[in-house]
């Protein structure tokens, strides 16, 4: 990685700078009920984590997120080497992904709460739901990349399937495999404050909720800013990750 | 010397019934290639005749090259060699023993150099090693050894990202020689250098290949890097890929950059563009 | 490698897994048809929908808050994008934070637009913009710096002046990645959609959805899930024709 040189971090800098003071400009003029000011948002942040409620709500919906996400993973990538190893089943079972790729997994809610109910488990499922095709999607996408690249070279040097698969499918479908996962953490977040504003309420998810019902538009910035700062974090750990395990691979733009 | 830049050339029709006691100078044929035929069906076109009637032997420790405009087959049959591409009918044979997929014999290298971006340069010479079932230690040492010889000792532990096209090829040229293979196929192995690159890989490319005992089956369309690099030429024809000639380049040995100022060079140039040129008139017209 | 199957043998394989689905769910849904309900009494309420009209008036209200909103967002991405991309200061300056907008869930700032516009279609399209508009900002700004630094001196020494190399050279040279940015931002209006019904109590899908789950009408419920992703794979599949159209790379 290039290191970032001074001016770039002075410009960036000066750009939070600037919507920080428009932000705080804008709010003081307007009515502070409907477009609160930054410091009062800063404040309401302030008493959030000082009661405590934020404190819990970051620890609820990471739970849930980690758990549905890990699960997501660990089966999007079983069955994306399954499907991307054989033409035949993936060729049968491509359109049925596609479908329930491009299906917002947000509208299974209803249906998850008739089967599973509105606890833990039943939100596990929807946040499972919310990212598993994703990661089915890159991965199988990457093993027949990785097949196509490699498959005569593996040949010429008389791999077995099983050494093809170890040596060359594995490795060269990794950095697909983390794109995968990182595209469906973004649609995992979604499902799980879905499934905490409109299931169980828990976590941030209830406290956005709650935060509207009372009509309280400090409380909802302080929570979309503590969101915007985990997400901002949780990308930039997963491309930190990526950039460790497949450092080869240096194309940012692949979502 | 040959002086006269006029002179006919020792070139056969490929024979149709090969026969051992015609080429009495050579031992049994380390390659036996007789009557292949190819074609491949696509959605675009139907059983698209790729190669026709394809007669070679080629003798144990020569270099030969398969030369030719693109699309003429020529990669085609060095992958029916490699046992990478199944043929419809004809008999490949290596040693005697008929071709069903890859041997242990062989080993290639490759166009785009087929590296793999997640192993440093001993992990990829190491890879056909592995395959092998080669003990760690012997593997790496065996590795170094052939990083050695292509001149790359320095870059052991860096990714093939890290190098240039040229010091990938030569990664490549490492990889297949590592396993000690009889055969070995190169298919294009310049094609994705620059100019100047590839010039200076071949002749270093000559060098390192005589050391080793290997016959070297080599596929290009370069008239200059056959001549250069090969003992012996076969010059396709295309759809369906076909052999016009085989000739015997009798170039000194060992050869460098100065060989293509000989009148003979010069000769043996005109006359290989002139049986392709026809091809490439049919070509344009098409 | 296993023998490839033909075009049609695989177009069999997927109608056998379909029939296999549907078959089972009829034997299942039969037994427990308050939980499951089955095919054909999904179908036969479905037809119901679709005689009575309310699908079509559900579609109607849906569509148009997903198309303006799509729109919306396309349009004001695109722009934001070339503005911010077009320029390397204001690049540094906002490209951190609209990078931190992209990955936030901005489902959450739904909440903030009902508190700002209420509860009425205004809310819903501005939050689907919201969720949609991030992905097209942040392509277009990575596409036009490529292209920008690929064509600019082409563009410089034919004497384009800025809006012409706009509109000649760096919108057209940034199209893999607008239409990559097309994709993403097109499945996070439909999300968004979706959403903001659960929130909004609104004339369309979102809404319905979530009234039939709390009603426990199961065949309302999948009849309306299959309507789902019908428009769903109706969506993706205009989409793609929409960009093999204009997509010049393949």
């Known amino acids: 990685m290039k290191r970032r040189s001074l001016p770039d971090l002075v410009w960036a800098v000066l750009g939070i700078v600037l919507i920080v003071a428009v932000w705080q400009f804008y709010g003081q003029l307007t009515n502070p009920f409907l477009f609160p000011s930054f410091t009062r948002v800063l404040g309401q942040l302030w008493e959030y984590i000082a009661s405590g409620i934020l404190g819990r709500a970051f620890v609820e919906t990471m739970g849930l997120l980690v758990v549905g996400l890990a699960i997501g993973s660990v089966v999007g990538i079983v069955v994306g080497i399954v499907i991307g190893s054989n033409a035949n089943l993936s060729a049968t079972f491509a359109p049925f992904i596609q479908v329930a790729y491009s299906t917002p997994r947000i509208a299974l809610i209803p249906l998850v709460m008739l089967w599973f109910g509105v606890g833990f488990n039943a939100q596990v499922v929807l946040v499972f739901l919310s990212c598993v095709f994703e990661v ?17 070279v593996a040949r010429s040097f008389r791999l077995s399937r099983l050494q093809t698969f170890i040596k060359v499918i594995l490795p060269g479908s990794v950095s697909y495999i983390f794109s995968g996962i990182r595209l469906g953490m973004g649609s995992a977040f979604v499902g799980a404050l879905g499934a905490q504003m409109f299931m169980q309420a828990s976590g941030l998810g209830s406290v956005v909720k709650h935060a509207m019902q009372s009509f309280r538009t400090d409380q909802v910035m302080a929570c979309v800013i503590t969101l915007a700062i985990t997400a901002a974090v949780l990308t930039a750990g997963m491309r930190r990750a990526e950039q460790r395990i497949a450092p080869w691979r240096n194309d940012s733009f692949d979502d | 010397m040959a002086a006269d830049p006029g002179v006919s050339f020792v070139t056969r029709a490929p024979e149709k019934q090969p026969d051992l006691a015609a080429a009495p100078h050579t031992a049994r044929p380390k390659v036996w290639i007789e009557g292949v035929m190819k074609s491949y069906s696509s959605k675009a076109v139907d059983n698209l005749l790729a190669l026709r009637d394809v007669n070679l032997q080629v003798r144990p420790g020569e ?224 | ?136 900002i942040i392509m277009t700004i990575i596409g036009s710096r490529n292209a920008g630094k690929e064509y600019r001196e082409v563009a410089r020494s034919f004497r384009l002046g800025r809006i012409q190399t706009i509109l000649k050279v760096v919108l057209p040279g940034a199209l893999p990645y607008l239409l990559v940015g097309l994709r993403l931002t097109t499945s ?63």
């Not at chain 1, 089915?136 to 005569?152: C, D, F, I, N």
């Not at chain 3, 549907?22 to 499951?36: I, K, M, Y």
């Not at chain 3, 009234?211 to 793609?240: H, T, W």
Request: proline residues 6%.
């Open chain 2, 63 to 286: 270099f030969i090259s398969l030369l030719g405009p693109s699309g003429c087959g020529k990669t085609t049959l060095l992958k029916i060699i490699a046992g990478l591409v199944p043929f419809d009918s004809g008999r490949v044979d290596i040693d005697r023993d008929p071709v069903t997929e890859p041997s242990s014999k062989v080993a290639m290298v490759f166009q785009n150099f087929g590296l793999f971006p997640w192993r440093t340069v001993r992990g990829n010479v190491e890879f056909g090693l592995e395959a092998a079932g080669v003990p760690g230690k012997l593997r790496r040492e065996t590795a170094e050894e052939y990083i050695n010889l292509v001149g790359l000792g320095r870059f052991s532990n860096s990714h093939p990202s890290q190098l240039s096209g040229g010091m990938q090829q030569r990664v490549g040229l490492a990889r297949a020689l590592a396993v000690r293979p009889e055969i070995l196929l190169m298919d294009e192995p310049f094609g994705a250098l620059d100019a100047h690159t590839r010039e200076l890989l071949q002749f270093e490319m000559l060098s390192i290949l005589q050391k080793t005992q290997a016959t070297i089956i080599l596929v290009t369309h370069s008239v200059d890097e056959a001549l250069v690099l090969s003992d012996r030429i076969a010059v396709f024809s295309p759809s369906p890929g076909h052999i016009m000639e085989v000739l015997d380049v009798d170039l000194p040995h060992p050869r460098d950059a100065a060989v293509k100022s000989l009148p003979r060079y010069a000769a043996m140039r005109q006359h290989i563009w002139d049986a392709l040129r026809p091809v490439a008139k049919k070509d344009d017209a098409s």
């Open chain 1, 136 to 152: 089915v999607t890159a991965t199988e996408a990457g093993v027949q990349l990785v097949t196509k690249q490699y498959r005569e």
């Open chain 3, 188 to 250: 996070s209006a439909l999300r968004g959609t979706i959403f903001a019904g659960f929130l909004i109590p609104d004339q369309g899908i979102g809404n319905a959805l979530r009234s039939a789950g709390d009603a426990l009408n199961a065949s309302r419920l999948y009849g309306l899930i299959m309507v789902v992703v019908i428009c769903a794979l109706l969506v993706d599949v205009v989409l793609r024709r929409g960009i093999k159209l204009i997509d010049y790379t393949r």
């Open chain 3, 1 to 136: 490698m296993p023998e490839e199957l033909s075009p049609r043998t695989v177009i069999a394989a997927r109608m056998g897994v379909i029939l296999l689905w549907l078959a089972t769910w009829e034997a299942f849904g039969r037994q427990q048809p308050e939980l499951l309900s089955y095919p054909s009494l999904v179908v036969t309420y479905l037809w119901s929908m679709i005689s009575s009209f309310e699908l079509f008036s559900l579609l109607a209200a849906s569509a148009r808050i997903f198309l303006s909103g799509w729109v919306l967002a396309v349009l004001i991405g695109v722009t934001i994008g070339v503005v911010v991309g077009a320029s390397r200061p204001v690049r540094l300056m906002f490209e951190p934070f609209l990078n931190a907008l992209y990955s936030t869930p901005l489902v959450a700032l739904i909440p903030l637009m009902v508190l700002w516009f209420g509860l009425g279609e205004k809310a819903m399209i501005i939050s689907v913009v919201l969720n949609a508009v991030f992905p097209m």
